[in-house]
């Protein structure tokens, strides 16, 4: 979690328990002017994103929303479950978003959270394809991603993934927001939009006796962290994959 929130001192990050954390967010601030961000942007990047947006409207039905409508919305959810779970298969990675839990509380949250606009769901569409999709909360003029998918090969033509967040990062500049939280990942195309890294702690509470197993867990993997090699040798003994964050 952050150590600050948009009112001030994160109360959390404060009490005995936070510790640092080994992860970092990736914050892009953009102040009033959007074009000037965008001009801040390498050029070869900048150039590209306009080549992408060419090159995906040469189809008349193609275009960006941000979806209003709840049905739609849940259909577009979906549709970014299978988007992802075909994206990690390819990759060889586990999908754990798929179970039913995850499912239910993503489905929660955009179907409570539209309305008021704290949920947000963008997509690049042609026609009923979804070619790519953006899925994010925002309190006032902060702005978090949480989810993304792309339709695949067949678009990759007009880099998708990246496509979809520059749109949504436009048009919620025009409605108020200046603060672009891409979440923890230190992934290349991160760092394409002029992310800086913004430090989070961790808080681990054991709120009855069931919680104790996983307080105890996280206290364990804090003090691996202290020996690398040793936590490297561990994980590649249980067959945990390593990251494919770029360095």
Excluded at 212 to 234: E, G, M, S
């Amino acid at each position: 979690m952050p150590l600050d929130l948009a009112n001030g001192p994160n109360p959390l990050a404060l009490l005995d328990g936070a510790r640092p954390c080994p992860l970092n967010g990736n914050l892009v601030t953009t102040g009033d002017d959007f074009d000037a961000y965008r001009y801040s942007l390498e050029r070869t990047v900048r150039k590209n994103l306009e080549r992408s947006w060419r090159v995906f409207t040469r189809d008349p039905a193609a275009q960006f929303r941000i979806i209003t409508d709840r049905n739609e919305a849940l259909r577009v959810l979906s549709t970014m479950g299978i988007q992802q779970g075909a994206r990690m298969r390819h990759l060889g990675l586990n999908f754990v978003l798929d179970d039913e839990t995850s499912v239910a509380f993503y489905r929660h949250l955009v179907g409570a959270g539209l309305d008021s606009g704290y949920a947000v769901l963008s997509a690049l569409t042609v026609g009923d394809e979804v070619v790519a999709t953006l899925l994010g909360i925002r309190s006032g003029s902060r702005y978090v991603m949480l989810r993304s998918s792309h339709a695949g090969e067949k678009w990759s033509h007009c880099s998708p993934g990246r496509l979809i967040i520059k749109r949504t990062m436009a048009a919620l500049h025009q409605d108020g927001v200046r603060s672009f939280d891409f979440s923890i990942g230190n992934y290349a195309y991160k760092r394409r939009f002029a992310v800086a890294p913004l430090p989070l702690v961790d808080l681990t509470a054991a709120l009855g006796w069931r919680g104790t197993p996983y307080v105890l867990r996280d206290h364990a993997v804090r003090q691996l962290r202290r020996f690398p090699r040793l936590a490297a040798c561990l994980s590649r003994l249980i067959g945990k994959r390593p990251t494919r964050e770029e360095s």
